[in-house]
């Protein structure tokens, strides 16, 4: 049986008789003995009567179709055999059966599931059609070690990826870009590697688009809820293209503006983690617009400086209120410099630094005279 031109053609068995017939089994002789002939696979439907409608002389091309995807479900269900189902659907296919190619993908997919990733053996072929495609790419790279993470991801997650583009285009991108941002929100040491292997230097990259590639990275890192992976985000930094890599659109422009904002958010992060002050990514950029909570940010910077034991010198509380400035200028420009000052000398003032507050009043005097020069 074959499907060509849109023809479905079934072809005749290929028979060789070891004998010729006997006159007792020629027709002519079996119709007087028995009028009515018994048809000799009549037992094989008693149990499954379902299966009378595929008992035809022509069959219509759907009908074969759901055949091929009735019979691949049954071997796979009673079986367990997720091979052999999938070998009967690839047969199919070969003989350009339509619509199996859903099918086999699945199989495909819970082959390597089930014989390859190491995940759940009674995981059935039900069980996966019921699931998202988001689901099903977290399995796939769910047992992986860091070691085999990058292997796993070109052998069964780019693989993966491709089938579903294939049955639905811009999918695949869509689906990457979920799963790496669900698992950046835990630890972005998986993403990380995902985005070592798609710089613009790697050959076979995993994203290969830069656009894309700058996107994710983005979106992982505000994402990421932890604030204990700032040495990650600077990694992740390093992995996206520089400015004038690949051609220019006003889309990579507003990317790369994007990435040197992340930039300066994260050299506000170190300064927070610097004081001892940690806060998610996402807190800087979340705040760096708002006078209220970038003057509170500030208060609990110089609060726990000045709880600190034993207390901090004069040159520490100088460089804090340079760090301060620098968040000012980078980042929170929404507070005016002289908040800056202010809250450095309220600090002070309460930690008992004469000599601090002191100093901060001649860094202001000096701000203000070199702000009327320039004006």
Same mark, same amino acid.
């Given at each position: ?44 439907? &008693?149990?499954?009567?379902? #299966? ?5 002389? &022509? ?13 691949? &479900? ?32 699945n199989l495909v997919t819970l082959e390597t599931l089930v014989y390859e990733t190491g995940?759940?053996?009674?995981l059935t072929l039900k069980d996966l059609q019921q699931m998202k495609d988001t689901e ?61 292997h798609s710089k613009p230097a790697c050959q076979q990259k995993i994203i290969s688009d ?87 940010? #500030? ?77």
């Open positions: 049986m074959y499907y060509r031109e849109r023809v479905l053609k079934i072809l005749p068995w290929s028979e060789q008789k070891h004998r010729e017939e006997d006159w007792c089994e020629r027709p002519p002789c079996k119709l007087t003995v028995e009028p009515i002939l018994q048809d000799e696979s009549d037992f094989l439907y &008693e149990s499954q009567p379902e #299966l009378m409608k595929y008992k035809a002389a &022509e069959l219509s091309i759907n009908l074969v179709t759901d055949w091929y995807w009735k019979r691949a &479900e049954e071997i796979e269900n009673y079986s367990m055999q997720v091979d052999c189902a999938l070998s009967l659907v690839r047969l199919g296919m070969e003989r350009n059966i339509p619509g199996l190619h859903s099918l086999c993908d995940c759940d053996v009674t099903k790419l977290r399995l796939l790279m769910m047992n992986s070690s860091e070691e085999r993470y990058v292997k796993n991801a070109y052998q069964w997650m780019v693989p993966f990826l491709h089938r579903c583009e294939n049955q639905s285009p811009g999918l695949a991108n869509k689906l990457l870009k979920e799963y790496l941002v669900t698992l950046a929100k835990e630890d972005l040491k998986f993403p990380l590697k995902i985005f070592e830069q656009d894309l590639l700058m996107i994710i990275a983005l979106e992982c890192i505000y994402g990421c809820r932890c604030d204990d992976q700032l040495s990650l985000c600077y990694d992740i930094l390093e992995c996206l293209p520089q400015r004038g890599y690949g051609p220019e659109t006003d889309i990579t422009n507003s990317l790369h503006d994007k990435v040197d904002e992340l930039e300066q958010i994260l050299s506000v992060s170190e300064i927070l983690e610097k004081h001892g002050l940690q806060k998610p990514v996402s807190f800087v950029k979340d705040t760096q617009n708002s006078p209220e909570e970038a003057r509170k940010l #500030l208060i609990r910077l110089t609060r726990h400086t000045g709880r600190k034991q034993p207390p901090v010198n004069e040159s520490y509380w100088m460089g804090l209120l340079q760090d301060m400035l620098d968040m000012q200028r980078n980042v929170y420009t929404c507070l005016e410099r002289d908040t800056c000052y202010e809250e450095g000398r309220q600090a002070g003032r309460q930690a008992g630094s004469i000599k601090s507050m002191a100093n901060i009043d001649v860094s202001t005097s000096l701000n203000h005279d070199k702000g009327n020069f320039e004006s």
